[in-house]
């Protein structure tokens, strides 16, 4: 009887953790701290938590699978608005997710060098699923989140080849949600 009480119990705990796992961040949500190795930015070779060194700030994170044409934009304008909101002190980061971060390294800094990107760091994750409890999806190849206070208020996922100049320009407006 104890050996299948413990059973239950062990089935029960793993079923507890694959659920924990699985959560998606919604807005409302507090956002948890994750590392990313930063490639461009002012932490240029370290591994940090931008979620932690940002704190309550306005910040713009865009998750990617892909460094496109529309990602650039989509960077390169909120970028511009990053140094317009400095008295806000807005931030933002990027985080790619890739199975080889080597290789997107010197991709992301020759994209900041030729685009001019001066407030947001361009940063790598191991791995394509993100940040654990992010629930960036799988089908998406761009999401966006934007959070202040550590309150997720804008969740935006496009799939491949979704993210277009007009998603740039909407999604880039919806940081007056996060500006106080």
Same mark, same amino acid.
Not at 71 to 100: E, I, P, R
Not at 114 to 142: C, M, N, Q
């Given at each position: 009887?104890?050996?299948?009480?413990?059973?239950?119990? +062990?089935?029960?705990?793993?079923?507890?953790?694959?659920?924990?796992?699985?959560?998606?961040?919604?807005?409302?949500?507090?956002? $948890?701290?994750?590392?990313?190795?930063?490639? %461009? /930015?002012?932490?240029?070779?370290?591994?940090?938590?931008?979620?932690?060194?940002?704190?309550?700030? $306005?910040?713009?994170?865009?998750?990617?699978?892909?460094?496109?044409?529309?990602?650039?934009?989509?960077?390169?304008?909120?970028?511009?608005?990053?140094?317009?909101?400095?008295?806000?002190?807005?931030?933002?980061?990027?985080?790619?997710?890739?199975?080889?971060?080597?290789?997107?390294?010197?991709?992301?800094?020759?994209?900041?060098?030729?685009? +001019?990107?001066?407030?947001?760091?361009?940063?790598?994750?191991?791995?394509?699923?993100?940040?654990? /409890?992010?629930?960036?999806?799988?089908?998406?190849?761009?999401?966006?989140?934007?959070?202040?206070?550590?309150?997720?208020?804008?969740?935006?996922?496009?799939?491949? +080849?979704?993210?277009?100049?007009?998603?740039?320009? %909407?999604?880039?407006?919806?940081?007056?949600?996060?500006?106080?």
């Amino acid at each position: 009887m104890k050996l299948s009480h413990l059973s239950l119990l +062990g089935v029960l705990a793993v079923a507890g953790f694959a659920m924990a796992a699985e959560k998606s961040l919604s807005v409302g949500d507090p956002v $948890p701290a994750f590392n990313v190795r930063d490639i %461009t /930015g002012p932490n240029k070779g370290k591994t940090l938590c931008y979620r932690c060194k940002f704190g309550d700030r $306005p910040v713009v994170t865009i998750f990617t699978r892909d460094v496109n044409e529309n990602v650039v934009a989509l960077v390169k304008n909120v970028d511009a608005q990053v140094g317009k909101n400095s008295d806000k002190k807005m931030a933002s980061f990027v985080v790619v997710l890739t199975n080889d971060a080597d290789a997107t390294e010197a991709k992301l800094a020759e994209i900041a060098k030729k685009e +001019g990107i001066k407030h947001v760091p361009l940063t790598v994750i191991e791995g394509d699923a993100g940040p654990d /409890g992010y629930g960036v999806k799988e089908d998406a190849e761009t999401t966006v989140m934007m959070w202040v206070d550590g309150e997720l208020k804008v969740k935006e996922s496009f799939a491949k +080849g979704k993210l277009s100049a007009k998603a740039v320009d %909407t999604v880039a407006g919806e940081t007056k949600k996060i500006l106080n």
